[in-house]
Structures are given as structure tokens and as C-alpha cells.
Nanobody, 123 residues
Framework: QVQLVESGGGLVQAGGSLRLSCAAS????????MGWYRQAPGKQRELVAR???????DYADSVKGRFTISRDNAKNTVSLQMNSLKPEDTAVYSC?????????????????WGQGTQVTVSS
């Protein structure tokens, strides 16, 4: 079973920066797309950024130029550097990963989620 553990959320003033990190552990053979989603109160969850194992990235228009996603394939970690934060970035941020697991010689493709970490940006 794969687990995703996030860290790095918190409270920051507008214009400030935060860095989120997510580590995947378990019976991982390989990790394909890893990314971050967020959900603000009363809103639907939305994609923030994602990155493939080859390094291709995709960002929500609202964070382009401010957020940077990166990963370490050897450690199965993904990070999100968030700069120039705005109050509208306030949300619970969750790590997401598409993992190829191996269990008893068999392979399973699964999607896993972290528990979520709160990011609050004050004005």
C-alpha cells in the first residue's frame, strides 16, 4: 500500500512564500505523474500543478509564474515552491500520485492521495 505524507503548510502573509513537500512510501515500483491539488472552502478541488517522471509540468493558470513544482524520482518525492502568495491561494493542498505498485510479484496501477495540508495566506 502506498502512503503520501505532506509537510510544509502554514500561515503566511500575502507576498510571502511557502514550500510544500510530499513523500511517497510503500511498495512502489515507479511513480508516474505526481502533483498537487487544492480545495478552498465552498469550492471544488482543483489542480494546482503536476509533473511527470520525465519532468514535464502543467500548472493552473492562476499559479503560473508564481509556483514551481519539482520532484526527486529516486526518493519518490514531489515539492511545490509557492512564491508571491495571495489570499486566494488559501486552501487545503493535497498531494496526488499515480503509482505502479508491486506486491508479491504482481503490478498494480493506483492513484494515491495525501491527507492534505492547510495553507493560509493573510492579506
Amino acid at each position: 500500500q502506498v502512503q503520501l505524507v505532506e509537510s510544509g503548510g502554514g500561515l503566511v502573509q500575502a507576498g510571502g512564500s511557502l514550500r510544500l513537500s510530499c513523500a511517497a512510501s510503500g511498495s512502489i515500483f515507479s511513480a508516474n505523474v505526481m502533483g498537487w491539488y487544492r480545495q478552498a472552502p465552498g469550492k471544488q478541488r482543483e489542480l494546482v500543478a503536476r509533473i511527470t517522471s520525465g519532468g514535464s509540468t502543467d500548472y493552473a493558470d492562476s499559479v503560473k509564474g508564481r509556483f514551481t513544482i519539482s520532484r526527486d524520482n529516486a526518493k519518490n518525492t514531489v515539492s511545490l515552491q509557492m512564491n508571491s502568495l495571495k489570499p486566494e491561494d488559501t486552501a487545503v493542498y493535497s498531494c496526488n500520485a499515480h503509482i505502479l505498485e508491486t506486491v508479491s510479484g504482481r503490478y498494480y496501477y493506483t492513484e494515491s492521495w495525501g491527507q492534505g495540508t492547510q495553507v493560509t495566506v493573510s492579506s
